[in-house]
């Protein structure tokens, strides 16, 4: 029995820009661009008769020169092997206008490696023989302009083609009854839109892996290779898939992990009576990890007296020599002043309590000398709080 071997990839998101991460983000793209030249060296041994790859690719439709040059080499060498790669475009690598030019997969498919199904409205089919097996790959690009909440097949008045003995989809779209983060909201496909005979629908989109075997076809995201942000902290683990599709029997597909670096968020809270904000978050941390990427939520309400002796700036450096990199979200970490006479009165940062007491205080004045120390001490004050960190 002849047995189609498929290698499925999807959101590999090479080079992302990553700005937030400043110094480590060179570091932090090389994290991506290691996780698919894994799935390339699988491939390279175990030898799939396809390469699959159900979208974003890239994460963007202008990635760097030298991604680009490593991805159409990595392409080479699948083709060197025998190996047929096949592409569609993502959410991220397919331009949403005329100014953002082309996706870059027309660059990689210009290099004669791979085939790029570059259309957004009408599937294309590609025809693979293998061992006397007529394998039809079918692939739709994501299309911008279909509108979130609708049915890209049937907004587009889009059918899947059944012309192989084999008959393989890529898509990128969601899949009605897999449940997605809000960031990936996006079009949503059903399975009544795929037609019989298929036998895989080589789907990419969600970040996390699901496999929906119903027999005789099997829906699947492979999930991302790379945790591109905090949302996919949950997933244990990231990788691709390998699917064995018999002609005439049931399918089979195995996941294969790919390492990846951790992320983690912890939330700190911060109570009224903490003497040392700073001295609390880092007894909260965990241990020194040097490839955690590490995100710290603060939140509670403190004194301004309290709030004084936090610092933003001051916490990075004490934390940035144990993990690979620390996000401090502090929006939650609110100050309660109390003016003699007043009830406590709440601001959203330290820098707005400071100006709002300054304010208030500026409105009583009785002289002109006491306005102007008032505005000086204004001036001076919030800047000295933005370069502590007091957002």
């Known amino acids: 029995m002849t047995v189609i071997r498929v290698l499925h990839t999807a959101d590999n998101h090479v080079d992302p820009k990553l700005t937030f991460l400043g110094p480590k983000s060179l570091e932090r793209r090389r994290d991506f661009m290691d996780a698919f030249r894994r799935v390339v060296e699988y491939a390279v041994e175990r030898k799939p008769h396809l390469f699959l790859v159900s979208g974003d690719l890239f994460d963007s439709v202008n990635p760097r020169n030298p991604p680009r040059t490593q991805v159409i080499r990595a392409f080479r060498?699948?083709?060197?092997?025998?190996?047929?790669?096949?592409?569609?475009?993502?959410?991220?690598?397919?331009?949403?206008?005329?100014?953002?030019?082309?996706?870059?997969?027309?660059?990689?498919?210009?290099?004669?490696?791979?085939?790029?199904?570059?259309?957004?409205?009408?599937?294309?089919?590609?025809?693979?023989?293998?061992?006397?097996?007529?394998?039809?790959?079918?692939?739709?690009?994501?299309?911008?302009?279909?509108?979130?909440?609708?049915?890209?097949?049937?907004?587009?008045?889009?059918?899947?083609?059944?012309?192989?003995?084999?008959?393989?989809?890529m898509l990128h779209y969601n899949l009605a009854g897999v449940k997605a983060p809000a960031a990936w909201r996006a079009p949503t496909i059903a399975r009544e839109d795929v037609p019989d005979g298929y036998i895989y629908v080589a789907l990419g989109h969600v970040h996390s892996r699901v496999v929906i075997d119903l027999g005789s076809v099997i829906f699947a995201y492979p999930g991302s290779t790379e945790r591109r942000s905090f949302n996919e902290e949950?997933?244990?683990?990231?990788?691709?898939?390998?699917?064995?599709?018999?002609?005439g029997g049931r399918p089979r597909v195995e996941f294969v992990e790919v390492p990846t670096r951790p992320m983690r968020t912890v939330s700190v809270e911060l109570p009224p009576a903490v003497e040392d904000p700073i001295g609390h978050v880092l007894q909260s941390v965990p241990a020194a990890d040097p490839q955690l990427l590490l995100r710290l939520s603060l939140r509670g309400r403190l004194p301004l007296a309290k709030l004084g002796r936090y610092s933003r700036a001051a916490l990075l450096r004490h934390l940035e020599r144990l993990f690979f990199y620390v996000v401090i979200d502090d929006s939650e970490l609110r100050c309660e002043v109390q003016p003699a006479g007043s009830p406590s009165l709440e601001a959203k940062s330290p820098i707005e309590a400071f100006r709002e007491e300054l304010e208030e205080r500026l409105k009583s004045s009785q002289s002109q000398e006491e306005r102007e120390a008032l505005t000086l001490a204004l001036k001076i004050g919030v800047q000295k709080l933005e370069e502590a960190g007091g957002w």
């Open 77 to 169: 060498r699948l083709h060197s092997e025998g190996v047929r790669v096949f592409l569609i475009a993502g959410n991220h690598d397919m331009p949403r206008s005329v100014e953002e030019g082309m996706s870059p997969l027309h660059e990689v498919e210009a290099s004669g490696y791979a085939r790029f199904f570059s259309s957004v409205s009408r599937p294309e089919v590609e025809h693979v023989s293998i061992d006397g097996v007529d394998v039809a790959v079918v692939g739709l690009s994501f299309n911008p302009e279909v509108p979130p909440d609708e049915n890209p097949l049937r907004f587009l008045g889009a059918k899947l083609p059944v012309e192989g003995d084999i008959n393989i989809a």
């Open 234 to 247: 949950g997933d244990p683990v990231k990788g691709f898939l390998w699917a064995e599709l018999p002609l």
